[in-house]
């Protein structure tokens, strides 16, 4: 069976399996004060053009968003994000478990739009009963999205405008963020770091063993958000094992070079299905493929292949997901490739 469900199936990059293995007898201090997570730090940093950032890694995406998240609110105030974000479809009520809630808008794409920030908190302000009510205080965004759609650079910029106008705080999620880096429309990391308040490089999803770079820009949040890592279960004592990997992925560029693997073998999958005739629930230009199967083509894929059954359309098709990997290879792919052309 070869496993096309998700991006996190594989171990991680040869590159940074050496890494590990070159300095797995080296001494440090723990819980990330040592040089490897220090090396990391500023080659971030630098790829970021901004020196004055915070860098912090943390082992998961879960506990990533719930340690920022309530670092960043006070108890009575909340974070918008959309219907299908990952803090609200994906984690098990984890933000709300801090004691925060999800305040979800609507979206068909996975997205949310600048002026459902504004129409949001601006009636909130205007409710006579706003006191009784939780308060929006930042704005979640996930680049790619839950649905593999992006953010363009002016989509990313109006919002963050919004939320500069209104007060309010932006956090965006890179949990598969070197996809969207793949695209010369979305935000660079250096506008990332201009444009939001935090955000964080994903690693498990691009070939590290696990591990999350939170980028922090505001210098509110910046005060204690060790202690809020300690108290959320996330001050690794092995810290140096993240500063590793994150090294080895910004070094040469491999960070950008993995996504642009996955980006490559995508697109690669996706023109196989459309010129098939098989058309795709969400159109995502990443790594993340929606494509809508009728039954005849479910089974006979399912036979040779794993993936994501994400909902039942009607009778006869299901919504499915194909994700590529950093480790996907050619030959897997050329042969799914062959298998679709036959359905």
């Not at 949310?112 to 979640?140: C, G, K, N, T």
């Not at 691009?206 to 204690?224: Q, T, Y």
Request: charged letters at 25%; proline letters at 3%; a negative charge.
């Amino acid at each position: 069976m070869i496993r096309f469900e998700s991006d996190y199936l594989e171990g991680a990059l040869p590159e940074i399996m050496a890494r590990l293995q070159e300095t797995n007898y080296v001494q440090t201090a723990g819980y990330g004060v040592d040089p490897y997570c220090d090396a990391a730090r500023e080659k971030i940093k630098a790829a970021c053009e901004a020196e004055n950032a915070d860098v912090h890694f943390l082992v998961g995406g879960t506990q990533t968003n719930t340690t920022v998240i309530a670092a960043a609110l006070r108890p009575h105030q909340g974070v918008l994000a959309a219907e299908s974000a990952h803090i609200e479809a994906h984690e098990t009520g984890a933000i709300e478990a801090t004691g925060h809630k999800v305040l979800t808008l609507p979206s068909l794409d996975g997205k949310i739009r600048a002026e459902q920030v504004r129409e949001y908190v601006l009636r909130h302000r205007a409710d006579e009963s706003f006191e009784h009510i939780v308060q929006p205080a930042m704005v979640y965004i996930s680049q790619p999205t839950e649905t593999g759609t992006v953010y363009s650079f002016s989509e990313l910029k109006e919002i963050s405008k919004t939320c500069r106008e209104l007060g309010i705080l932006l956090f965006v999620d890179g949990a598969r963020l070197a996809c969207a880096l793949s695209l010369d429309y979305t935000p660079t990391l250096q506008e990332l770091a201009e444009l939001t308040d935090v955000f964080y490089i994903g690693g498990t999803k691009h070939g590290a063993l696990f591990g999350e770079a939170v980028v922090i820009l505001n210098e509110d949040l910046k005060k204690d958000f060790r202690y809020m890592i300690k108290q959320r279960g996330g001050m690794f004592a092995k810290g140096r094992l993240l500063g590793i990997q994150f090294e080895a992925l910004f070094t040469d560029e491999l960070y950008f070079k993995t996504g642009a693997h996955e980006m490559r073998l995508a697109d690669k999958l996706r023109s196989a299905f459309s010129d098939k005739g098989i058309e795709f629930y969400y159109n995502s230009p990443t790594n993340q493929l929606f494509p809508v199967l009728n039954d005849a083509q479910l089974e006979k894929l399912s036979a040779k292949y794993s993936f994501s059954l994400q909902k039942r359309l009607d009778d006869g098709h299901t919504v499915t997901r194909f994700c590529t990997s950093w480790a996907s290879r050619e030959e897997d792919i050329d042969g799914l490739i062959s298998d679709i052309n036959a359905l």
